[in-house]
């Protein structure tokens, strides 16, 4: 019983979760909690779990007079989303540098790698699939490269915050020349996070780890342009503020 009422929750926060980024819902609107359980098809009690959860990662915001609305972000919140998961990826890889990575560790690194080289030269272009999967994995890598529990959590926090993971952009901009460019800068960047981690450079590991963050910026700049047709393919993007 316990198992079955831990999957609702995990659904509906789930479901919530894609419902409130991809804009099912206005930036400030109150949740009607009787209207979103007909709507999910659960009880109140994972709905509210849900919506706990939610509010932790600031997707909702507690109404002064009760009950939750959808959280509005300007493009300053972002931007220091942004900034901060950048700090605590740098931090990462520069603990990692001084305290060191084994060799199997840094192969394992270097085969991620090799995949997004793969990925990025593929006979019909860029394979987006597996570059958003073997990205996400190389950010995984990094946040655990330290041996820490604390700096892996504290990466993994500043990665839920919306718009503020490596993966953000890297969906509905596909066309675009820049954007195809900076793919290849940012996987630059990639080695030679791994190439200052496994050489022992602390600073280095952690300025590109930074700057390699920051690229994300210029992809948001890009995005609010073309809000309108972007907001379905972009997660979180509906949440942004124009103003």
């Known amino acids: 019983m316990a198992k079955k009422g831990r999957r609702q929750s995990d659904k509906a926060l789930e479901n919530l979760r894609t419902m409130v980024l991809n804009g099912t819902f206005a930036p400030g609107e109150r949740l009607s909690e009787p209207a ?16 706990a959860k ?13 009950g939750f609305q959808v959280s509005l972000y300007t493009m300053q919140d ?5 900034e901060m998961r950048g700090a605590v990826e740098g931090l990462a890889a520069r603990l990692a540098a001084e305290r060191g990575v084994s060799s199997t560790s840094l192969d394992a690194c270097g085969a991620i790698l090799d995949e997004l080289d793969t990925a990025l030269s593929t006979p019909l272009g860029v394979d987006f699939d597996a570059y958003v999967h073997w990205n996400s994995q190389f950010h995984d890598w990094l946040a655990s490269a330290a041996d820490s ?6 990466v993994a926090r500043a990665t839920s915050l919306p718009l503020a993971s ?10 675009r020349a820049e954007f195809l460019a900076s793919l290849s800068i940012a996987q630059d960047q990639h080695r030679i996070m791994l190439e200052a981690i496994e050489n022992r450079e602390g600073a ?3 300025a590109t780890a930074r700057e390699h963050a920051r690229q994300a910026r ?13 907001s379905r393919s972009i997660p979180g993007l509906a949440l942004v503020s124009t103003d």
């Open 149 to 154: 529990p604390i700096i892996e959590r504290e």
């Open 78 to 82: 972002i931007s220091d989303g942004i």
């Open 166 to 175: 490596p993966s953000a952009f890297l969906r509905g901009q596909e066309d």
């Open 36 to 51: 979103l359980s007909e709507l999910l098809g659960i009880s109140r009690t994972p709905l509210r779990e849900a919506k």
């Open 204 to 206: 280095r590991a952690e």
């Open 218 to 230: 210029t992809n948001l700049k890009y995005a609010m342009k073309s809000k309108a047709e972007l």
């Open 54 to 66: 939610l509010l932790e990662e600031g997707l909702l915001q507690k109404v002064s007079s009760g």
